[in-house]
């Protein structure tokens, strides 16, 4: 599930103003920009913007035992006069909820404990906001799945393996691959054809009997 919502309000001259914020499979950005014009007159010009991206998920990979799941998060932020901060949450691990407001693309990489055939949380939110009263520019780009990799009991990564997304989401799994969830009127047309086949399959065996 994704949910986005922005907020801006501006006072005095300013030029231009925009706020945006996208959550999708995979990535969250949030962008917020407010830059002032040429102060004509004496009332302060001033800018506040908020932006707030988030998004969950539940992963499953397919079999049994356990093993690993190794994530690599990629973001990169460069803030005027604002701040910024993500969140990430897989099963039992949380990344650090401070992520440095710097220009670049730094990454982390986590590896996490999971026991397969079992539901994986998966959970991201990026905030910005920021106030200033000449220019404010905020920009964020926050993607956490770069690279999804499963590893067996030993640190071996796996490939071959099947996974399943409550949102049906088809993430960037190396050596994976996804298994759609059916629409409920595939579903019901599955099941009702399956039902079909048991009755027709009873009645000829009743008549074979007799």
């Known amino acids: 599930m994704a949910s986005a919502s922005t907020g801006c309000l501006v006072s005095g001259n300013v030029a231009r103003a925009e706020v945006s914020a996208q959550a999708g499979y995979g990535a969250l950005q949030t962008h917020v920009t407010a830059l002032a014009g040429p102060l004509i007159t004496p009332t302060p010009t001033r800018a506040s913007g908020a932006a707030l991206a988030s998004y969950t998920d539940m992963l499953t990979i397919v079999g049994t035992g356990s093993g690993f799941i190794r994530v690599r998060l990629l973001y990169s932020m460069g803030t005027i006069d604002a701040s910024g901060d993500a969140d990430f949450t897989l099963g039992p691990y949380t990344a650090p909820t401070q992520f440095p407001s710097v220009i670049g693309s730094p990454d982390i990489t986590a590896t996490v404990p999971i026991q397969f055939g079992t539901m994986i949380p998966i959970a991201a939110r990026l905030r910005e906001q920021g106030v200033g009263d000449g220019i404010q520019v905020t920009i964020t780009d926050f993607r956490f799945s770069q690279l999804f990799e499963i590893l ?35 579903a019901t047309l599955f099941l009702t054809g399956m039902a079909m086949s048991m009755y027709e399959f009873v009645r000829r065996y009743r008549k074979f009997r007799s």
Request: charged share 15%.
């Open 152 to 186: 067996n009991e030993s640190g071996n990564k796996l490939t071959g393996y099947q996974y399943i997304s409550s949102s049906d989401g088809a993430y960037a799994f190396d050596g994976g691959t996804r298994i759609a969830i059916p629409e409920p009127a595939s």
